[in-house]
């Protein structure tokens, strides 16, 4: 619960409550830089001991990158820091901002590959950097970022037990001072304490890894008419893991199944299928805005998105074998793209 209060703080830094705690006791930084002195109160002293337990579970979320520490910050989606494993040495970078071209808004593959070990290279480029947005703070074991009070409790005691094993084994002794005791008749830790300790090990270990679902095989529909006056944009992103690449495919059609625009488009760096899907909508969205359209459905096969449609699917395909990465047709389309939509019969609602 004191976690809680702190991250409300990071949530509404703005709040009555949050501008009287900054001006007392921290106005000249962060909370998460605030550190205990004496004379503070119990109750900001209970607040801080939650905020120690928050910062081992928050994660920066790249947007403009003039916020984050490119090397102290806990800013990567991967590892138990989040935190680049390669050392700065004497490298000039200090913000995750430095790592950004300023002219095209996206990463500097020359620089990040020049001043990061590959699998630190590799988590930086399958970030998604947010244009024109601020830097934000967000709980790293949540999809959604959002801190919860069950997360918190399963991280404490992981972080506990954690503690407690590192203390155990710099006090272990070497096997044979153990089996030294053991002829002497001294009593060594029971089978039922060994389990124990394994049970807590195995707990650990499901609460870091948790295995992902196996891919269902895609129901493949045929494409509906969308409400009076409005256009449909069926969108569909394909992911390799082998190579941690794919493609995303769209298509924009009207109510009487007229196409408007489509695209076909390679994605890198991509980190996994839910990536490659989000890649597909934020496409879809941009299309939508470039054709004008404002009264818009969109349809996809994600269920953490949305129908799977078969002319979506077979441009995202089309797209992660292509070696351009920019295929975009507006009103006219190859005759490979019009074949696939032919073969995509429009079934119109009664």
């Not at 509404?12 to 921290?26: H, I, R, T």
Request: proline fraction near 5%; charge should be negative; aromatic fraction near 8%.
């Amino acid at each position: 619960m004191l976690a809680r209060q702190g991250w409300r703080l990071i949530e509404e830094p703005d709040s009555l409550c949050g501008q009287v705690l900054k001006a007392k006791y921290f106005p000249e930084c962060s909370i998460l830089e605030a550190s205990s002195r004496p004379g503070i109160s119990y109750s900001w002293r209970s607040i801080l001991k939650g905020v120690a337990l928050l910062k081992e579970g928050l994660v920066w979320r790249v947007g403009d990158g003039t916020n984050i520490s490119a090397w102290k910050d806990p800013w990567l989606p991967d590892g138990n820091t989040r935190r680049p494993r390669t050392l700065q040495g004497q490298s000039f970078m200090g913000k995750v901002v430095d790592l950004i071209n300023s002219v095209t808004g996206e990463w500097d593959e020359g620089i990040i590959n020049d001043n990061f070990h590959p699998e630190d290279a590799k988590s930086i480029l399958s970030i998604s950097i947010g244009e024109n947005i601020e830097d934000k703070l967000a709980w790293h074991f949540d999809p959604k970022g959002l801190f919860s009070v069950k997360s918190a409790y399963k991280l404490g005691v992981l972080l506990r037990d954690r503690k407690v094993r590192r203390e155990a084994s710099c006090s272990q002794e070497s096997p044979s001072a153990i089996g030294n005791k053991a002829n002497a008749g001294e009593v060594c830790s029971s089978p039922l304490e060994v389990c124990h300790r394994v049970e807590k090990l195995a707990v650990d270990f499901s609460f870091l890894n948790v295995p992902e679902k196996p891919p269902q095989p895609p129901d493949m529909k045929k494409w509906t008419r969308p409400p009076d006056d409005y256009v449909k944009i069926n969108f569909y992103g394909a992911f390799d893991q082998t190579t941690n690449t794919g493609g995303w495919g769209n298509i924009i059609r009207d109510q009487a199944g007229d196409l408007v625009a489509t695209g076909a488009v390679k994605s890198v760096h991509l980190r996994d299928a839910l990536h490659s899907e989000v890649v597909a909508c934020i496409a879809a969205i941009g299309g939508a805005i470039k054709t004008g359209a404002n009264r818009i459905n969109f349809e996809s096969d994600s269920s953490n998105l949305t129908c799977l449609e078969f002319a979506a699917h077979e441009l995202a395909k089309m797209g992660a074998n292509s070696e351009s990465l920019d295929s975009v047709w507006v009103d006219t389309a190859p005759s490979c793209v019009v074949n696939i939509m032919a073969s995509d019969i429009v079934v119109y609602e009664v």
